[in-house]
């Protein structure tokens, strides 16, 4: 589907904030502090063959990992990749929940969850 990358940004911003939102208040306050990006497509990522079918990415530490001298740490990013989200669904519906899933799955990642994990949620 063909969307604006204006449009998709204000998406993943509305869609972000519902996803934050509706989490457990104790996961909500940890969840605030993560910034959302949007690039066009992934990055090459060294030492892994490229692929530009990844939807989103999870930049940073995830809570479980940090220690008592956590501090000072450039804060954690999830970027969603508006050419591959927009190329795999064929209308706004579908390209909302396309974006909400991948939210989803990549705060389970900031929350310390494998991909095996979140696979065996229905998050793969």
Same mark, same amino acid.
């Given at each position: 589907?063909?969307?604006?990358? #204006?449009?998709? @940004?204000? $998406?993943?911003?509305? =869609? ?7 989490? &457990? *208040? @104790? /996961? ?10 949007? *690039?066009?497509?992934? +990055?090459?990522? &060294?030492?892994?063959?490229? =692929?530009?079918?990844? $939807?989103? /990415?999870?930049?940073?530490?995830? $809570? +479980?990992? %940090? !220690? ?6 450039? &804060?954690?990013?999830? =970027? /969603?990749?508006? #050419? ?8 706004? +519906?579908? /390209?909302? @929940?396309?974006? %909400?899933? =991948?939210?989803?799955? *990549? $705060? ?10 979140? @696979?065996? %949620?229905?998050? !793969?």
């Amino acid at each position: 589907m063909r969307i604006s990358r #204006k449009r998709f @940004e204000n $998406l993943v911003a509305h =869609t972000a904030s519902q996803v934050i939102s509706s989490l &457990p *208040e @104790e /996961l909500r306050s940890h969840a605030r502090d993560v910034l959302f990006a949007v *690039e066009d497509r992934p +990055p090459r990522i &060294p030492g892994e063959p490229y =692929t530009d079918d990844l $939807l989103g /990415l999870y930049e940073g530490t995830p $809570l +479980p990992q %940090r !220690g008592v001298d956590y501090a000072n740490i450039i &804060p954690d990013q999830i =970027t /969603l990749f508006w #050419k591959p989200l927009g190329e795999m669904a064929e209308s706004l +519906p579908e /390209l909302r @929940e396309e974006i %909400r899933m =991948t939210i989803i799955h *990549e $705060l389970g990642h900031f929350f310390g969850f494998t991909e095996e994990e979140l @696979e065996q %949620r229905g998050l !793969g």
